[in-house]
């Protein structure tokens, strides 16, 4: 089992809709969660964290955790074409990050 | 504030040759951590770093090796290379705290290839 796993892409949603991309995790002591952005040739760069249960919100992105069904999520809203991207989800314990394959999403115009 | 500095950005090496890359993290971040990404396994931890110490450490052969100085800068080596160890190394850094969220800053990466 991979320790992070998240839904197989491409995802290709229109201008102005809402992306929602999906993260699980194995390791129960995980400690802190983060979404990466990846634009092709260019380095990873954090979105965002959560390390609490719940949402929350950074202006058109929400992280959502849930430790109990050791899931992971995020929301963008009202998608633009510089969102097009891979997203990595990402989860830290032990001094390490684990990532996701990704998800590349792909937001047409 | 500079970010996290990465040395070579581009190399082309032979099978069988060795290589060092130099990584130089955000002023003040004690932490250092190597990341391989390859098309294929995607981004893969290679060890970490917090005072000159390691740890932990990833699932990659003996021939992958790193350290830390006394200025937080890192230096990772692959000795004897092989054809598929062609990727792109990136380090990051962070403060390197236990508690809360330690995020990590990525450098631009040097992009190995071996031929």
């Known amino acids: 089992q991979k320790e992070v796993e998240q839904n197989s892409g491409p995802l290709s949603v229109p201008e102005g809709a809402i992306a929602s991309l999906n993260c699980t995790y194995s390791?129960?002591?995980?400690?802190?969660f983060f979404w990466y952005r990846q634009y092709s040739g260019k380095s990873p760069e954090l979105i965002m964290f959560i390390y609490s249960n719940g949402d929350k919100e950074d202006g058109r992105f929400t992280a959502q955790l849930n430790k109990a069904s050791q899931y992971v999520s995020l929301l963008i809203r009202d998608s633009q074409p510089s969102d097009s991207a891979t997203y990595l989800c990402a989860v830290h314990h032990d001094y390490k990050l684990s990532f996701g394959a990704g998800t590349t999403v792909t937001v047409r115009a | 504030k500079a970010g996290v500095t990465q040395t070579p950005r581009y190399l082309i090496k032979t099978r069988g040759q060795q290589v060092t890359l130099s990584c130089s993290p955000i002023?003040?971040?004690?932490?250092v951590s190597w990341y391989q990404q390859t098309p294929g396994q995607g981004l893969q931890f290679l060890f970490e770093y917090f005072s000159e110490t390691q740890r932990n450490k990833g699932n990659f052969p003996g021939r992958f090796s790193g350290r830390q100085f006394s200025n937080s800068r890192s230096e990772m080596n692959v000795s004897t290379l092989e054809l598929g160890d062609s990727a792109l190394y990136l380090c990051a850094s962070s403060a390197g705290q236990t508690t809360g969220a330690n995020v990590l800053t990525f450098g631009a990466g040097s992009r190995l290839t071996v031929l």
């Open positions: 390791d129960r002591g995980s400690q802190s």
């Open positions: 002023s003040g971040h004690r932490s």
